[in-house]
């Protein structure tokens, strides 16, 4: 088992800056052979991808957030970081961390950041 908790959430006007954390507990070694990665649900909208990081650190981002969003892990510290920066009003939703072997049997999530952002 894994647990994921997300921190730094909060409110934040248009073209401001938030950073969230993910720390990993419970079996590590699963933990570090996973992809992590953050995902957003706004209301009234499914869940979607912002960005993953694998194991090795190659990252990647969805299209709307290339460029302002930075992912990074620390596998000595077993935490995953999303720096966001120039946020718009659209990147308003609650923030979820993840943690997913490639084979998908080992599939976790945290309970969620809110991430508002006002215009």
């Known amino acids: 088992q894994v647990q994921l908790v997300e921190s730094g959430g909060g409110s934040v006007q248009a073209g401001g800056s938030l950073g969230l954390s993910c720390a990993a507990s419970g079996n590590i070694f699963i933990v570090r052979i996973a992809v992590m990665g953050w995902y957003r649900q706004a209301p009234g909208k499914q869940r979607e991808l912002v960005a993953t990081i694998s194991p090795s650190g190659a990252a990647n981002y969805e299209d709307s957030v290339k460029g302002r969003f930075t992912i990074v892990r620390d596998n000595a510290k077993n935490t995953v970081y999303l720096q966001m920066n120039g946020l718009k009003p659209e990147d308003t939703a609650v923030y979820y961390c993840?943690?997913?072997?490639?084979?998908?049997?080992?599939?976790?999530w945290g309970r969620g950041t809110q991430v508002t952002v006002s215009a």
């Open positions: 993840n943690s997913r072997t490639v084979s998908g049997i080992h599939d976790y």
